[in-house]
Nanobody
Framework: QVQLVESGGGLVQTGGSLRLSCAASGSISSINAMAWYRQAPGKQRELVAGISSSGSTSYTGIMKGRVAISRDNTQNTVYLQMNSLKPEDTAVYSC?????????????WGQGTQVTVSS
């Protein structure tokens, strides 16, 4: 059984910062790519950032320049540092990971953490 558990969300004022964490646990041999997505009410889920097993990062344009993704392979954890937050960043942020579990490579999702940015 593999679980991804996000934390670090909450209510923050415009211009503030948050650091999200996503920890993977269970029967994991290795973790390949990890990523953060977000979904605002009434909108489609969108990719925020991704990171490879070697630490190479990629960002979409939605939060470029205001967000940084990182990971700690010893803790099976991926982070998302978000700065200069805006009300339009309000969304449920979810992490995903492609990992080896019991000999098979599978994708997993966390349950999400709410981020609310007040104006």
């Amino acid at each position: 059984q593999v679980q991804l558990v996000e934390s670090g969300g909450g209510l923050v004022q415009t211009g503030g910062s948050l650091r999200l964490s996503c920890a993977a646990s269970g029967s994991i041999s290795s973790i390949n790519a990890m990523a953060w997505y977000r979904q605002a009410p009434g909108k489609q889920r969108e990719l925020v950032a991704g990171i490879s097993s070697s630490g190479s990062t990629s960002y979409t344009g939605i939060m470029k320049g205001r967000v940084a993704i990182s990971r700690d392979n010893t803790q099976n954890t991926v982070y998302l540092q978000m700065n200069s937050l805006k009300p339009e960043d309000t969304a449920v942020y979810s992490c995903t990971a492609v990992l080896m579990n019991e000999g098979f490579e599978r994708g997993y999702w966390g349950q999400g953490t709410q981020v609310t940015v007040s104006s």
